[in-house]
Every structure is written in structure tokens, then in C-alpha cells.
């Protein structure tokens, strides 16, 4: 089983609909998740950061975690044709600066 | 502030040859850490330098080596090259000597092995 599960189908949406995305983990030493955004031939982009359990948002996008279900998520809102990149989730354990990743989700908002 | 830097952007080896990838992090940051990303395995943690000192290491062969200076600047080297380490390489950069804090990515080298 790997660390991380991102289901990696590509996901289509109109301009204006809300993006949801999420992970598992199956590593309980997990605290840190974050997720990023990666555009065509650039580097990931830290999108969100936050620690344990909770919700946190940030101008249109929410991350939420729930760390007795192993499970997070990233929801955009009023999606824009700009939001258009793959998405990737990371988390870390406490101590730790070596980042797991899921394999990402290619997200394209339709004007 | 500029951002992580690595050079090359683009390189093209064959098999049997070794490389070299530099990374340059973040004024002021001294932690790196180096990435393989590939469309099959997405991104994988080779390993973490701080302070010139490997602090971390993921499950990669041997012939992925790295070393950091004294100016936090990082290098990676790939020996006896396969075409499976086609790949981009990425660098990340963290701005404190604590772990867990946000790391920031450069655009990565793309480096394929014919």
C-alpha cells in the first residue's frame, strides 16, 4: 500500500464550479499536509499548509484535514481557467522534512 | 526575494554517463532537499542536506549522490546513467534550521537518458 493515494484521473469542470480533491494516508505519523499546484514544465507551488487536524482557508481555496479518517482535501471555489494545473497533495511527519506525495490530479476549468 | 534556482533546465545524457544538477536555495535558507518526479512514480524523496550534512535519505540507489557547500548551495549527482532516471529533478528549499517548516520548490532539470 502506498504512503499516499491521489486518485490521478484528470477532472474537468466549468469556469465558476467548485474543484473538489482529496487523499488518503495510511502513514499515522503523518501531521503536516500541505498541497501544491504544479503548472506545465514548472516546479510545485505551495498552495496550503496546515498542521493536524482542522480546516483551513485561504481566499477561494479550503484545505481540510481529518486525521482519524486518514483523509484530506482541497476545495476551489469559483474555479477560474487560470486554477487549470495539477494539484498535490504532500504530507510530512513531525520531525521530518521529507515530503510524500500523491501522484496528483490534473484539474482544467472549461471557460 | 529570488526564488530556488537550478541549472541546467534541460539535459540530455546516455546511458552509461553521469550527471550533475545544482541547486541554488532561497537567500537565507539552508536547508535542501532533492526530488524525483516522473509520470509513473509522481514525486519521490531522494534526500535532505542542512548545514553541508545529509540529514535524510530515501530509497534510491547508490548512484544518486548529493552534497551541500558552505553557501547552501546543493548538487546531485547521478552516476552510470539508465534510461529510467529520464525524470525532472526538483530542489526544495526550507528557511529554518527546524524541520516541517514550508519548503519551496525551483522548476526542477529535465533530464532524459537516451
Known amino acids: 500500500q502506498k504512503e499516499v493515494e491521489q486518485d490521478p484521473g484528470p477532472l474537468s469542470v466549468p469556469e465558476g464550479a467548485i474543484v473538489s480533491l482529496n487523499c488518503t494516508y495510511s502513514?499515522?505519523?503523518?501531521?503536516?499536509f500541505m498541497w501544491y499546484r504544479q503548472y506545465s514544465r514548472k516546479g510545485p507551488e505551495l498552495l496550503m499548509y496546515t498542521y493536524s487536524s482542522g480546516n483551513k482557508e485561504d481566499g477561494r481555496f479550503t484545505a481540510q484535514v481529518d486525521k482519524s479518517s486518514k483523509y484530506i482535501s482541497l476545495f476551489i471555489r469559483d474555479s477560474q481557467p487560470s486554477d487549470s494545473a495539477t494539484y498535490l497533495c504532500?504530507?510530512?511527519?513531525?520531525?521530518?522534512?521529507?515530503?510524500?506525495f500523491g501522484k496528483g490530479n490534473q484539474v482544467v476549468v472549461i471557460p | 526575494k529570488a526564488g530556488v534556482t537550478q541549472t541546467p533546465r534541460y539535459l540530455i545524457k546516455t546511458r552509461g554517463q553521469q550527471v550533475t544538477l545544482s541547486c541554488s536555495p532561497i537567500s537565507g535558507h539552508r536547508s535542501v532537499s532533492w526530488y524525483q518526479q516522473t509520470p509513473g512514480q509522481g514525486l519521490q524523496f531522494l534526500f535532505e542536506?542542512?548545514?553541508?550534512?545529509?540529514?535524510n535519505k530515501g530509497n534510491f540507489p547508490g548512484r544518486f549522490s548529493g552534497r551541500q557547500f558552505s553557501n547552501s548551495r546543493s548538487e546531485m549527482n547521478v552516476s552510470t546513467l539508465e534510461l529510467g532516471d529520464s525524470a525532472l529533478y526538483l530542489c526544495a528549499s526550507t528557511g529554518s534550521n527546524l524541520v516541517n517548516n514550508e519548503q519551496f520548490f525551483g522548476p526542477g532539470t529535465r533530464l532524459t537518458v537516451l
Open positions: 504532500a504530507m510530512s511527519a513531525n520531525g521530518n522534512n521529507r515530503l510524500a
Open positions: 502513514n499515522s505519523a503523518f501531521q503536516y
Open positions: 542536506y542542512f548545514s553541508e550534512t545529509q540529514r
